[in-house]
């Protein structure tokens, strides 16, 4: 990866690190879960609306890191107006690409997402950024409660 991308990816993660996005409560989700990652502390609560198979809305509220904070961020954006079938294949490409390996053709893009491409280099911070897509496949799987990176 050049140095101008790396940066570029910086930024954008210190930004939405600092500034999330969709960071509030939604009045009436149609679920909620408590995602936790002991590790580190990150801690959030996701909200979701449905309407059909599609996520209508979405929002995060809690406190971590940059970059649990800042994926949380991206991915509320990346998925919100999408449908469950493609927040699952997301999520897929995503977990891929955290881990550096290659991503499957089908599904959206990743778009903002791939600013993540650097953190398979800091292991401890894996579970960092994969945090909220746990909380949510959890959610969209219809558990309650807090889900754990451990
Ligand atoms: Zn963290």
């Keep these: 990866m050049s140095s101008d991308l790396r940066d570029l990816y910086q930024e954008v993660i210190l930004d939405h690190g600092k500034r999330p ?3 509030r409560r939604l009045d009436q989700p149609s679920c909620s879960v408590d995602g936790y990652n002991p590790l580190c502390g990150d801690h959030f609560m ?14 995060f509220e809690g406190a971590g890191c940059a ?3 800042a994926s949380a961020s991206l991915m509320t954006e990346a998925i919100k107006g999408r449908t469950v ?5 997301l999520f ?3 977990h ?8 499957p053709e089908d599904g959206p893009p990743l ?3 791939e600013v993540f491409s650097g953190v398979h280099e800091y292991p401890t911070r894996v579970k960092c950024a994969t945090l909220a897509w746990h909380t949510l496949c959890a959610a969209l799987d219809g558990q309650h409660g807090t ?4």
């Design 21 to 23: 996005r969709n960071f």
């Design 46 to 59: 996701l909200d979701l609306q449905l309407d059909g198979g599609r996520i209508a809305d979405i929002a």
């Design 67 to 69: 970059i649990s904070t």
């Design 85 to 89: 079938e493609e927040a699952r294949q």
């Design 92 to 94: 897929k490409k995503f």
């Design 96 to 103: 891929r690409l955290i881990l550096c390996e290659a991503a």
């Design 111 to 113: 778009g903002k997402l």
């Design 147 to 150: 889900v754990s990176t451990e």
